[in-house]
């Protein structure tokens, strides 16, 4: 931050920027090993479900990636 901006900040004004930063990190920390579970799962899933189905199974997984990339953005 400038000189200038610290002037017309107040502690309580950067307090709450920082509690808002800190709790934006502890919520990516949260999520964080989703990222590397959840294509891994994917990956087993559509290997088992070609095993029993067969390619029509593709549907099904589209499906499913359509509705959770739909239901992530809705709820921002």
Known sequence: MSQNSLSIASI???????SNDV???DNYAIQLPYIIVVP?????????L????GPSCLTGIVVLVLIVSTQSKLGR
């Open 12 to 18: 309580d004004q950067i307090s709450h920027f920082m």
């Open 23 to 25: 709790n934006r990190l």
């Open 40 to 48: 891994i799962q994917l990956i087993l899933v559509t290997f088992v």
């Open 50 to 53: 070609w095993h029993y189905v």
